[in-house]
Structures are given as C-alpha cells and as structure tokens.
C-alpha cells in the first residue's frame, strides 16, 4: 500500500517571530498538501545551542528601520552551551522587550508576546509561532523530545547533553571525551561521563538520517542553504523539495496570518 505523503521541514528556534525563511517552507507545506494531501511534520530542532539563532530583525513600521532583538541568558555558560529547550527566558527581559514591540508588530501579536511562557528559549519561541497561527494542523516533533530520542537510529557523530558548573551543556561526543567550542580553534575539554540516547541530539551532518529514522517523511521542504549540505544518500526515500522563494529571507515575519 502507497504511503500517504508525510511532508516535513525542520528549523531551530529561529527568532522571537520567526524568520521569513522559515515562514516560506510552511507555506511550502501548506501548498504540496493542498495539492497531494497528507500530513506536515515541523521538526522543531530545539537540541541546538547556539544563541545567534534567535536573533530577531525587525522592521519599524513607520521608518521601516531595521532594529535588532534576541533573548538574555542567566549566564555566560548557559548562553553559550545550553541547548535551546534549556535556555531560560528572564521575566525582565520579556517586560522590556513588551515594551519596545509596538513599534514594529501588530498590538494582537505584541499581546501574544506578553502571554507566552517564561520557561525555556525554545518554549517561547514555539508558543508564539502557534499564537500567530502559523503552526495550526501541523505535528510538532521536537529534538529534545526523550521518546523521539529513544526511537532515533544510532548515529556516531553527535551532541549529549551533560551537566557542566551548574548547567546542561550540550557537548560534542569526541568517541574519548567531551568537547565545548570556545571559538576558532579553541576547545574546552570535558572529561567521559556515562550518557544514554535520551541525552544525544544529532549534528548537522547526521541530522537527516536521525530525524527520518523518527519521523518517515515523504518529501522534505529545504532551503538552497540546507540543501548544499545535506547528505541526501541518508534518506534515498525522499523527495527533498526546494522552499518557495520569498523577499527579506533573513528577516521576522510579523504579518497577520489569515
């Protein structure tokens, strides 16, 4: 029996709106199931640590100049190595951004913003996706998610989440011991510690095959970014389909969904 298609994109926490690149492969997936049917799947990457994900540009919607936002961290440690599900959102630093919004998103989205959870970075994120009514219909499969973790193929390049001075670091699996990239070619080494799959998020290179060892996607919506890097010989059963094309890539995306 054919398999009804299963059409998926993944991103990390990409912005406190998120960004237009990411709106575009949902209204990708929106498109090829209004034309084929089946499910989307939106595999939400909030194993990655890397701050600069969240980085929000915005436009001011009088001058339309560009203005810069993105989350504060607890700490320097958290901030860089912390895996996005685990980075905690200051309740200061949501009143004062409340503050700044008006000028450059909708007073229904601002209230959105001023309701959204105080938990991690990937939580806030996520929750203001569904209340700008961008995620209705859609599965949201999470990286951080243990059951997902536990039913992933086993891979050998990987990160593990550890516990660090105080925090839950995500760390690179040498095969001997841990490793932090403290930039260029620095690195912070951490001594083995036992681990299980509930701790191992992908990296780049082995992400494809571990999330369709979960998730047995028909077609996958990329970027021309992504694409260049996937090794597509890890899932042959794929469709992989390049996103529709759209202005300002880069940049959040704070239009009224219908």
């Known amino acids: 029996m ?3 298609p299963v059409i998926c994109f993944g991103q990390q926490p990409c912005g406190i709106f998120p960004r237009r690149y990411l709106y575009a492969k949902m209204q990708t997936a929106r498109r090829m199931q209004a034309e084929m049917g ?7 990457h909030d194993s990655d640590h890397d701050p600069r994900e969240t980085k929000t540009l915005l436009r001011h919607r009088k001058n339309n100049e560009a203005f810069e936002i993105n989350f504060t961290f607890e700490n320097k440690l958290q901030r860089k190595y912390s895996p996005l599900y685990l980075k905690r959102v200051p309740t200061d630093w949501r009143d004062k951004t409340a503050l700044q919004l008006p ?6 989205y601002v209230d959105a913003f001023r309701q959204c959870p105080l938990s991690s ?7 203001m996706y569904t209340k700008m009514n961008l995620l209705h219909g859609m599965r949201i499969a999470r990286s951080s998610d243990i059951s997902l973790r536990e039913a992933a193929c086993d891979i050998t390049d990987f990160f593990v989440d550890i516990p660090h001075e105080g925090e839950i670091v995500r760390a690179k699996w040498t095969g001997s011991d841990f490793k932090l990239h403290a930039g260029g070619d620095s690195y912070t080494t951490l001594p083995a510690q036992p681990f299980t799959k509930k701790q191992i998020s992908p990296t780049r290179d082995s992400r494809l095959k571990w999330m369709q060892s979960i ?9 021309s970014g992504e694409q260049a890097y996937l090794n597509k010989s890890d899932a042959p059963d794929i469709t992989f389909v390049s996103r529709d094309t759209i202005e300002r890539p880069d940049e959040a995306y704070t239009e009224i969904a219908q």
């Open 121 to 127: 970075v990937a939580d806030f994120c996520l929750e």
């Open 38 to 44: 089946g499910e989307i799947v939106f595999f939400f």
């Open 215 to 223: 998730l047995h996607c028909t077609h996958y919506i990329a970027g």
């Open 103 to 108: 000028a450059f998103a909708d007073k229904q």
């Open 2 to 4: 054919r398999q009804s």
